[in-house]
């Protein structure tokens, strides 16, 4: 079973940062596509970032000055480092294993696995 679980949200202030982690099982994850995604409240999705079946990565040019994407294949596992979070970047953040791979956009497809989600919330 193709499984992917978010971890490492939570309260932040402006101006700090947090590391997601995204534990997958199930798939060989070293080719796989992998996005990070989120939702904000009452928003709809949000791409933030693609690594993608060769190891390139792409980050939405609105983040790209302060989120970066990486996976380790030994753990199976994939990251997103936010630095200098802001108000706005609050949101459900989720990993998603995508069958269909896109370099600028979540590219959709039914059979995407989604994790659960981790909550950011940046307030002071």
């Known amino acids: 079973e193709v499984q992917v679980a978010e971890a490492g949200g939570g309260p932040v202030q402006p101006g700090g940062s947090l590391r997601l982690s995204c534990t997958t099982s199930?798939?060989?994850?070293?080719?796989?596509?992998m996005y990070w995604i989120r939702q904000a409240p009452g928003a709809g999705l949000e791409w933030v970032s693609t690594?993608?079946?060769?190891?390139?990565?792409y980050i939405s040019d609105l983040l790209k000055d302060r989120f970066t994407i990486s996976r380790d294949n030994a753990k199976s596992t994939l990251y997103l480092q936010m630095n200098n979070l802001k108000p706005e970047d609050t949101a459900v953040y989720y990993c998603v294993r995508g069958i269909w791979c896109c370099s600028g956009r979540y590219c959709s497809r039914p059979n995407d696995t989604r994790g659960q989600g981790t909550l950011v919330t940046v307030s002071s």
């Open positions: 199930g798939f060989t994850f070293n080719t796989a596509c």
């Open positions: 690594s993608n079946t060769v190891g390139d990565t």
